[in-house]
């Protein structure tokens, strides 16, 4: 955690700011999140999804999941990578007999 000073507080006893919280707080009212289950294997694990509009924003286990207690593997994890990757398949792709 880094130290920011305050512009009221002493100069020489800086206040400790929490980053991750105050980003938590700029994007809480644009992000709204969906219980759902992770479908990359077979474990089926419990997620919370942050969704801002179509973006995925975070995904991050969900503790109340009765089989995966908020557990999640590192393919769960990274779902946003995977979901917003430029060469992701999106439709069937046919074959085109020639």
Known sequence: MRCVPSPIANPRFPRRVNFTSALRESYSHFVHTVRSFCRICTSVC??????????????????????????????????????????RIERPRLRVVA
């Open 46 to 87: 419990g997620i919370l999804v942050d969704v801002d509009g179509e973006q995925v924003v975070r995904v991050r286990g969900d503790h109340d999941h009765p089989l995966s207690h908020g557990y999640t593997c590192a393919k769960g994890r990274a779902l946003p990578q995977l979901h917003h990757h430029p060469q």
